[in-house]
């Protein structure tokens, strides 16, 4: 059992920058590929971006690319979501999720939340103009 935790949301200013943070415990987490995900209010959740399980290859949403980066430590149990360039349509609840990577992760770079095992609660992002 992997237990998942958030942390780093807030109110920030558009152009702004936050990075968010998502400690494993239970088990470790180097043997499973990790994601980011959000969810406005009244939309699905939606993919943010996805890492490997050694970090080697990351993807990214078209409307996060060149904004935000994704990184793990694994020592540490821990991966990261670094977020620039805000805006206010980045406003959700961002939620971090672990997934045995396995060929349906690689088909769909980690894009798909069905194929994800464990969810963290969520930590709200808040951009405003």
């Known amino acids: 059992q992997v237990q998942l935790v958030e942390s780093g949301g807030g109110l920030v200013q558009a152009g702004g920058s936050l990075r968010l943070s998502c400690a494993a415990s239970g088990r470790t987490t180097s043997n499973y590929a990790m994601g980011w995900f959000r969810q406005a209010p009244g939309k699905e959740r939606e993919f943010v971006a996805s890492?490997?399980?050694?970090?080697?290859?990351?993807y990214y949403a078209d409307s996060v690319k060149g904004r935000f980066t994704i990184s793990r430590d694994n020592a540490k149990n821990a991966v990261y979501l670094q977020m620039n360039s805000l805006r206010p349509d980045d406003t959700a609840v961002y939620y971090c999720?672990?997934?045995?990577?396995?060929?349906?992760?690689?088909?769909?770079?980690?894009?798909?939340?069905?194929?994800?095992?464990?969810w963290g609660q969520g930590t709200q992002v808040t951009v405003s103009s």
């Open positions: 999720a672990a997934a045995r990577a396995g060929t349906s992760w690689y088909s769909t770079r980690g894009s798909d939340r069905a194929i994800y095992d464990y």
């Open positions: 890492i490997t399980s050694t970090g080697g290859i990351t």
